[in-house]
Structures are given as C-alpha cells and as structure tokens.
C-alpha cells in the first residue's frame, strides 16, 4: 500500500488529501473520508456519499483525481453527471 498527498492541477500538495494505491486500486480521500475507489484492472469507478454535497475544496481536489488517476475526464459538474447517470452507470456506482 502506498499513501501520498493529491497534487492539484497546478503540481501542488493539496494538504488533508490523499491518494491511496493498493494492488490495482487507487483510493481518494479528504481527511478521513473516503470519496472514491477506481479499480485500474476493471476501469471502474465506485463514489461513496453524495459528491456535491462536499465542500466546494474538496469538489476541485476530486476533479484532480479523477483527471489524474482514472481514464474518466471530468470537465465540469453537468458533464460528469451525465456520465455517472446515462453513458457509464455500467462503470460508475454511487453508494450513498
């Protein structure tokens, strides 16, 4: 298991978030909540929580991961709804 802080978009340390590699998953987490878990192998992506209910902060530092540690693109919000909802529900599961 490997543990390091999520750069943002601009190459710097967001501090309190962090990106977990473990085997063929990578995990993304604000403080102590776990937000996300791609599954590299499977090219899927699992959402803990209601994203847009986070703070705008933890919003942008998601939009990091995604674009940085998955093969999903995250341009803006109403796009990537549109993902999760219509075009990959096969490969994008929200557990509430």
Do not use: P
């Not at 490997?2 to 085997?23: G, R, S, Y």
């Not at 929580?49 to 986070?54: I, S």
């Not at 940085?68 to 919000?77: R, V």
Request: proline residues 0%; contains cysteine.
């Amino acid at each position: 298991m490997k543990i390091e802080n999520l750069k943002n978009d601009k190459c710097i340390i967001a501090k309190n978030q962090f990106v977990i590699k473990d085997n063929n998953h990578v995990v993304f987490q604000s403080y102590d909540l776990k937000i996300a878990d791609y599954d590299e192998q499977e090219k899927t992506l699992k959402l803990f929580g209601d994203l847009w209910r986070f703070s705008k902060t933890t919003q942008k530092h998601f939009k990091s991961f995604i674009n940085q540690y998955t093969c999903f693109g995250y341009d803006n919000q109403n796009d990537f709804i549109k993902l999760i909802e219509i075009e990959l529900k096969d490969r994008i599961q929200v557990i509430k």
